[in-house]
Nanobody
Framework: QVQLQESGPGLVKPSQTLSLTCTVS??????????WSWFRRPPGKGLEWMGA???????YYSPSLKSRTSISRDTSKNQFTLQLSSVTPEDTAVYYC?????????????????????????WGQGTQVTVSS
């Protein structure tokens, strides 16, 4: 059973860089055809896809966040990391990491190929990040 766990600071100051790590257990992040994404849900709003890293190491980003987002991985630790720079209070949200097999990536998102949605098979529990001085 693949399990994901987010970790990182719960409070970040405006203009700083938010950094979150997702630790994957029960499966390898380099396993063929698996994709690993970051999502967030701001208070009172819907789920937003932020970006993904593929089993190959290729990365994909939301056009609206691309200039501020970087996703990387540490294969030795089976982890992938989100960095979001120049944060503002509007970046306050619950952040989730998720993974799935056979994901289709377009210029706007990486979708579970089985459903064409963001209904990935594997999700972390989510972590609250508040941007405030």
């Amino acid at each position: 059973q693949v399990q994901l766990q987010e970790s990182g600071p719960g409070l970040v100051k405006p203009s700083q860089t938010l950094s979150l790590t997702c630790t994957v257990s029960g499966g390898s992040i380099t396993a063929n055809y698996y994709y690993w994404s970051w999502f967030r849900r701001p208070p009172g709003k819907g789920l937003e896809w932020m970006g993904a890293i593929a089993y190959s190491g290729s990365t994909y980003y939301s056009p609206s966040l691309k200039s501020r987002t970087s996703i990387s991985r540490d294969t030795s630790k089976n982890q992938f990391t989100l960095q979001l720079s120049s944060v503002t209070p509007e970046d306050t949200a619950v952040y989730y990491c998720a993974g799935d097999f056979n994901v289709y990536c377009s210029g706007y998102g990486c979708y579970a190929e089985s459903s064409g949605t963001y209904e990935y098979d594997y999700w972390g529990q989510g972590t609250q990040v508040t941007v405030s001085s």
